[in-house]
């Protein structure tokens, strides 16, 4: 009987030991930086899966959505969801072609300007002021295409606006289609081959 109440009292400082490990796990930041290359395995046949986990916290994310990019200026969305308790959406990413030349310029008042992540581009991202959810944005423009990426629950402790920016070098270059570049007579240097 007493080395049943020992047993009993090893196995539960065990799984107390355990629970507590696996919540610090959980929630300290991996402050990873996000790669500079993309590579598989692919969320949406375009966005890498280990960013996306670097920069959200969720490791098997449940994920909604795809990209047409055989049109002229490519269109879809990839909302990505936690797969516990209420499924929260923590990112999506979005391309339209239905931009209005000259909005984004409107737009940069308060944002960082995006250095020119594909040529012809111009775009903005910032964080969350409020900081609750750690979310931010970023968009780029190009001709008729925008291009979003909405962090909206972000990991405590990472830069956030340092990680819309590279999830946005990262798949801009596949998602803004050269088809969605400004006509040739909209720009000052003729093209030669």
Known sequence: MMRTRIATKAALA?????????????????????????????????????????????????????????????DGSCAVYRRDGDRLKVLQVILTPARVPGEVE?????????????????????????????????????????LSVQLVYGVKGRDNAADVLALMKLIAPKLITSASAPSPSASATPKGK
């Open 106 to 146: 409107e737009e940069l008042e308060g944002a960082t300007p995006l250095p020119e992540i594909v040529s012809g581009s111009i775009g903005y991202y910032f964080k969350d002021p409020h900081g609750e959810r750690h979310a931010a944005q970023a968009v780029l423009a190009r001709g008729k295409a925008e």
């Open 14 to 74: 065990c799984v107390l030991a355990l629970s507590t490990a696996c919540e610090n796990e959980q929630t300290t930041a991996d402050l990873t930086s996000l790669p500079t290359v993309a590579a598989p395995p692919y969320i949406c046949d375009q966005i890498p899966l280990k960013a996306v986990a670097l920069m959200t916290g969720v490791r098997n994310p449940l994920v909604r959505g795809f990209f047409d990019l055989s049109a002229d200026v490519g």
